[in-house]
């Protein structure tokens, strides 16, 4: 309201001296035109005293913005036990208590405020234990294998996107692998990724995401590589190769048995 006052009243004093030297104030240009150099003075003013209210309206906003982050940090405080506060409520306290705000308090609200954060939860607490990190916010927390599906248990500091790729104990040739993009919630999440793994196959998946990616590092998880648990399976596994094995020793031995004998007999009726 106060805006719309001030620039009501520069139009309407902008008016009244424009047309109280209309007819004195004018210049011929170059074509021929004329034009009123006291109108084009006018219009410098009332430019000048918008800009001048512009500012005063942003700084007033800022102000007001100041005093609104003050007063929630002030009604967290009083309202809220620190025991109880939850870990939104302690970062943004955190976060407001920069030293140039800190500056601005009283011994006692900076006494009150510190004896606050002291009893409040520390947020690097809710990092559960967790098996391997995505990036320094995300987090593995358990995972299986079952039935070509991997389920993954995932905990997030902040929203976030992971991209998984899997990856497997594939033989000689072409073929193809899943990739997934999922995106992940703050606290916990549960992800299914199915895999084009054989049953034989051993198989593993891989994890990025956009910090990830800026650390430069990625994680993985794996069921191992089957050919080294049994470098046999491509021949029926240990138990089929020794099978074989055996089924073939034992053909020999009868083999050899049979010629034993065919000999024995042509050298009794000779």
Do not use: C
């Not at 309407?12 to 170059?30: E, K, N, Q, R």
């Not at 035109?33 to 005293?49: C, K, M, Y």
């Not at 900076?110 to 990092?127: G, S, V």
């Amino acid at each position: 309201m106060k805006r719309i006052f001030l620039v009501s009243i520069v139009v309407a004093v902008a008016l009244a001296m424009g047309m109280g030297s209309m007819g004195a104030a004018t210049a011929i240009a170059d074509d021929g035109t004329e034009t009123n150099e006291t109108d084009a003075g006018v219009v410098d003013q009332i430019r000048g005293l918008l800009e001048d209210d512009q500012e005063e309206h942003d700084e007033d906003n800022e102000s007001e913005s100041d005093a609104s982050d003050s007063s929630n940090l002030h009604s967290i405080l009083e309202r809220t036990d620190a025991k109880n506060a939850s870990y939104q409520q302690v970062e943004s306290v955190d976060n407001w208590a920069t030293d140039e705000q800190r500056d601005e308090l009283t011994d006692d609200e900076r006494e009150e405020l510190e004896a606050w954060l002291a009893a409040a939860p520390d947020p690097d607490d809710r990092i559960p234990e967790y098996v391997r990190e995505i990036d320094s916010e995300t987090y593995i927390t358990d995972w299986e294998f079952t039935d070509g599906q991997f389920v993954v248990h995932i905990f997030a500091l902040e929203s976030t996107t992971v991209t998984m790729a899997e990856s497997a104990d594939w033989e000689e040739g072409s073929g193809e692998y899943r990739t997934m993009v999922e995106d992940v919630d703050e606290g916990n999440n549960t992800v299914y990724v199915n895999t084009f793994a054989g049953e034989n196959d051993g198989v593993a998946l891989s994890f990025a995401t956009p910090l990830s990616m800026e650390e430069q590092r990625g994680p993985y998880i794996s069921t191992g590589t089957q050919g080294e648990q049994d470098p046999f399976r491509h021949f029926g596994g240990t138990s089929g190769l020794f099978s074989g094995v055996v089924m073939t020793t034992g053909l020999a031995a009868l083999g050899a048995v049979i010629v034993v004998r065919g000999e024995e007999s042509g050298v009794v009726q000779a």
